[in-house]
C-alpha cells in the first residue's frame, strides 16, 4: 500500500524558512514523479514544485527563487526548502506523487495518483 507523510510544517513570521519533509513507503519511490502542491482556504489546489525520477525540477512562477525541491532516493524522502516566506504562501501542503513523467503536471494535480494527508504552514506578517 502506498502512503505518503508530510512533516516539518509550522508557523513562521514573513521572511523566515521552514523545510517540509514527504517519507513514502509501499512503490519504486525512485521512478515516480513526486512534488509538492498546496491549497489555501477558499482556493484551487495549485502546483508548487515537482522532481521528476531523473532529478528535473519545475516550480510555480509564484515560488521560483524561493523554494527549492530535492529527494533522497536512498531515504524515499522528498524535501521543499521554502525561504522568503509571505503570508500568500499560507496553506496546506500536499506531498504527492505520479508513475507518469511529471510534464504538465504542476498544472494538473488531477494527473497525481497518490497524495499524503497534507501538512499546515501558516506564515504571519
Known amino acids: 500500500q502506498v502512503q505518503l507523510v508530510e512533516s516539518g510544517g509550522g508557523s513562521v513570521q514573513a521572511g523566515g524558512s521552514l523545510r517540509l519533509s514527504c517519507t513514502a513507503w509501499g512503490y519504486a519511490y525512485a521512478n515516480y514523479c513526486m512534488g509538492w502542491f498546496r491549497q489555501a482556504p477558499g482556493k484551487e489546489r495549485e502546483g508548487v514544485a515537482l522532481i521528476d525520477s531523473d532529478g528535473t525540477t519545475s516550480y510555480a512562477d509564484s515560488v521560483k527563487g524561493r523554494f527549492t525541491i530535492s529527494k533522497d532516493n536512498a531515504k524515499n524522502t522528498l524535501y521543499l526548502q521554502m525561504n522568503s516566506l509571505k503570508p500568500e504562501d499560507t496553506a496546506m501542503y500536499y506531498c504527492?506523487?505520479?508513475?507518469?513523467?511529471?510534464?504538465?503536471?504542476?498544472?494538473?494535480?488531477?494527473?497525481?495518483?497518490?497524495w499524503g494527508k497534507g501538512i499546515l504552514v501558516t506564515i504571519s506578517s
Open positions: 504527492a506523487a505520479s508513475y507518469d513523467v511529471c510534464l504538465n503536471l504542476l498544472t494538473n494535480y488531477y494527473g497525481m495518483h497518490y
